[in-house]
């Protein structure tokens, strides 16, 4: 009791820290408001754009989740592949690497300039930041099985889809979920960058990467506070949601899981 506790009062504690040094580094350095507000100031803008903020979060949220189920799905096909044959691999894992090498900042114009402004080229930027994880975990899961196991299935005459499905596909569920984890913490960032190159405001609602731009643009400085929060609160409920399904998934039988709990 005393330990859960104290895993509640240190962070509490350290945010108490850090709000002191906010305020001594505002007296101190004497800096305006439009450069650094008063953390007041902040949640008095998220309580005037309260539902600018949320209507901007729901947006963001929806782009991040729809990129990333699209990585899930393609990443998994293309691990599946690509653990299929060494040969396979060879030919096509660098060009996996390649693509992911390709800095966001050049692909966003060009995702605009195919998909055009709005949700299919954010869904595609975030797409772009998310997928590579979910494929190199994966991938690794899949060729990394025990090679024991494999000649038992080998000597059991199981069939190529049984050592896929019952042996390879458990063992590199971990792996996965781990590749998920990294891509889940992505995605909201994804988003809003692609928010930020190709987010519109159509009917006058606009994601979250729309409205730092418009406030930068108006110096509204305690309102572009108030959106990195709330993108970071975003960012707990996908980081929350892939740790709630890790815990699902795992706590039954793997020790990545077992040792959480206890």
Request: proline share 4%; net charge neutral; charged share 10%.
């Amino acid at each position: 009791m005393q330990k859960r506790l104290l895993n509640w009062m240190l962070p509490v504690a350290g945010g108490l820290i850090l709000y002191l040094i906010w305020i001594l580094f505002k007296v101190i350095g004497g800096q305006e408001d439009w450069i650094l507000p008063w953390p007041g100031q902040i949640l008095a803008a998220i309580g005037e754009e309260f539902s600018i903020l949320m209507g901007a979060a729901i947006q963001t949220g929806a782009s991040a989740l729809v990129g990333f189920l699209f990585s899930i799905v393609v990443g998994i096909g293309l691990s599946v592949l690509l653990a299929s044959a060494q040969w396979v691999r060879t030919m096509w894992y660098p060009w996996v690497i390649f693509f992911q090498m390709v800095p966001v900042i050049v692909l966003a114009p060009i995702f605009v300039l195919w998909y055009g402004q709005g949700l299919p080229s954010i869904v595609a930027i975030t797409f772009m930041i998310t997928f590579f994880p979910i494929v190199a975990n994966t991938t690794m899961g899949l060729v990394s099985t025990d090679k024991n196991l494999i000649d038992l299935f080998t000597t059991l005459n199981a069939s190529t889809q049984a050592e896929v499905f019952m042996l390879r596909v458990p063992f590199a569920l971990p792996y996965f979920l781990t590749g998920l984890k990294i891509s889940g913490t992505l995605a909201p960032i994804g988003a809003l960058v692609g928010d930020f190159y190709a987010g519109e405001a159509s009917g006058g609602k606009g994601g979250l990467g729309y409205l730092v731009v418009s406030y930068s643009s108006q110096l509204e400085t305690a309102a572009l506070f108030a959106t990195a929060l709330v993108a970071c609160l975003l960012g707990f409920v996908f980081v929350s949601g892939v740790n709630y399904l890790h815990w699902l998934l795992l706590h039954n039988w793997h020790e990545s899981a077992i040792r959480r709990e206890t």
